[in-house]
């Protein structure tokens, strides 16, 4: 059974710093691309970074590029997203989601930037 | 960037009933298009991808059609399960952008 569990979240202050981890299972991690996208409270969905099976293609939203980095570690089967310089519209739930079609996502993991 | 509008914003549909969501891309987004149902509290889960192609699980009461710019997800016989935000997706380009979603309610 595929399984994303996202990890790392919670309430930090604004210009502080957070590290979302995200475990994968029950299928080859390293053989796919994984994408992190996230809700805000109440709203839509929004696509904040892709990185390609082994790691040579990453992509960022225009929201985040220079803030935050997603990074891979195909040995402990683990996504990652560095976030660096959060602002209060960073504020979200993040996923973390399989394949360029997001075919299985994590149960997600709040983040909070508030002062 | 590729713009997704996605309509209508809000449905209400009967039981039985057949219901179609649009997306429309600002550009050609060559079927690269994905469909995702999401009901309050739980994370989305994929529908269709590739346009329509019926992703594992998913019943055959839904389907995905289009090409080029215009696309449709269509829900037959409509179930009280089925309520939910339905959301599109192109993943033609990066950026990955989606539309704001359909909010599907019974009448």
């Known amino acids: 059974e595929v399984q994303l569990v996202e990890s790392g979240g919670g309430l930090v202050q604004p210009g502080r710093s957070l590290k979302l981890s995200c475990l994968a299972s029950?299928?080859?991690?390293?053989?796919?691309?994984m994408n992190w996208i996230r809700q805000a409270p109440g709203k839509g969905l929004e696509w904040v970074a892709s990185?390609?099976?082994?790691?040579?293609?990453?992509y960022y939203a225009d929201t985040v590029k220079g803030r935050f980095t997603i990074s891979r570690d195909n040995a402990k089967n683990t996504l990652y997203l560095q976030m660096t310089s959060l602002r209060s519209e960073d504020t979200a739930l993040y996923y973390c989601?399989?394949?360029?079609?997001?075919?299985?996502w994590g149960q997600g993991v709040m983040v909070t930037v508030s002062s | 960037d590729i713009q997704m509008t996605q309509s209508p914003a809000s449905l209400s549909a009967s039981l039985g009933e057949t219901v179609t969501i649009e997306c429309r891309a600002s550009e050609d987004i060559y079927s690269n298009l994905a469909w995702y149902q999401q009901k309050p509290g739980n994370s989305p889960q994929l529908l269709i991808y590739?346009?329509?192609s019926l992703a594992d699980g998913v019943p055959s009461r839904f389907s995905g059609s289009g090409s080029g710019t215009q696309y449709s997800l269509k829900i037959n016989s409509l179930q009280s399960e089925d309520v939910a935000s339905y959301f599109c997706?192109?993943?033609?380009?990066?950026?990955?952008?989606f539309g704001a979603g359909t909010k599907l309610e019974l009448k």
């Open positions: 997706q192109q993943y033609n380009n990066y950026p990955n952008t």
């Open positions: 590739d346009a329509n």
């Open positions: 989601a399989r394949h360029a079609w997001s075919d299985y």
């Open positions: 990185i390609s099976s082994s790691s040579s293609y990453i």
């Open positions: 029950g299928f080859t991690f390293s053989n796919y691309g």
